[in-house]
């Protein structure tokens, strides 16, 4: 079965600063690979996503995310964090029914 | 670009009575989902569901749930005799047949059950 692991439960990090939010996936096919960010108090936004090719992906708000077949992992990044990138941050594979199974998540918070 | 519309945005019951919470997909997608995040915890998913029945379950979703596509718009999540631990964010999501890695997702209905 397929699972995905965010092993940071929460990342503080000044503004301005750059920050990795790490994620490992376990998979023994193709996967496709998803970053969503909740606001407080708001559902789920897509930033981006991994379905094949080039394996570094650019998503909204300047996030980006590097699949890593080997380590099974997609990390994502952004080389320089707002105060309004404070959210919660999920990584989410699809699994072969087209489901999503989503990681634990991440508190990302910015500090001024 | 199209949205999935949930109502309530926030239903308070108490335990032991029936809730539905509702769902407008995307008018031309088939798939529907309903997940459900528990305070502080990851998103989980419940069911999916197409062409007029369920496609698959998780163990959340016991005999006190139901979905039900009732006319051609409305997708609906009825919690039966709702418990403590029912207290969730559910969210609705909704997909095509093209293009079915893009799940759209609603903006959820936060159920407080007292």
């Known amino acids: 079965a397929q699972s995905v692991t965010q092993l940071d439960s929460q990342v503080p990090v000044f503004e301005e600063a750059p920050v990795e939010l790490r994620c490992n996936y376990s998979?023994?096919?193709?996967?496709?690979l998803f970053w969503y960010v909740q606001y407080p108090n708001q559902g789920l936004q897509l930033l981006l996503k991994?379905?094949?090719?080039?394996?570094l992906v650019k998503g909204i708000n300047g996030f980006e995310a590097e699949f890593n077949k080997s380590q099974t992992s997609f990390h994502l990044r952004k080389p320089s964090v707002h105060i309004s990138d404070t959210a919660e941050y999920f990584c989410a594979a699809m699994d072969s029914s087209y489901k999503l199974i989503f990681g634990s998540g991440t508190r990302l918070l910015v500090r001024p | 670009e199209p949205e999935v519309t949930q109502t309530p945005s926030h239903q308070v019951t108490q335990m032991g009575q029936e809730v539905i919470l509702r769902c407008v997909p995307i008018s031309n997608h088939l798939y529907f989902y309903w997940y459900r995040q528990i305070l502080g915890q990851k998103v989980e998913f419940l069911v999916s569901f197409y062409n007029n029945e369920i496609s698959e379950k998780s163990e959340i979703f016991d005999d006190q749930f139901s979905v039900e596509r009732p006319d051609g718009s409305n997708f609906t999540l009825k919690i039966r005799s709702t418990k403590l631990e029912d207290s969730a964010m559910y969210f609705c999501a909704s997909r095509g047949d093209r293009g079915r890695e893009k799940l759209f997702f609603g903006s959820g209905t936060q159920l407080s059950v007292l």
């Open positions: 991994y379905l094949s090719g080039s394996t």
């Open positions: 998979s023994s096919v193709s996967v496709y």
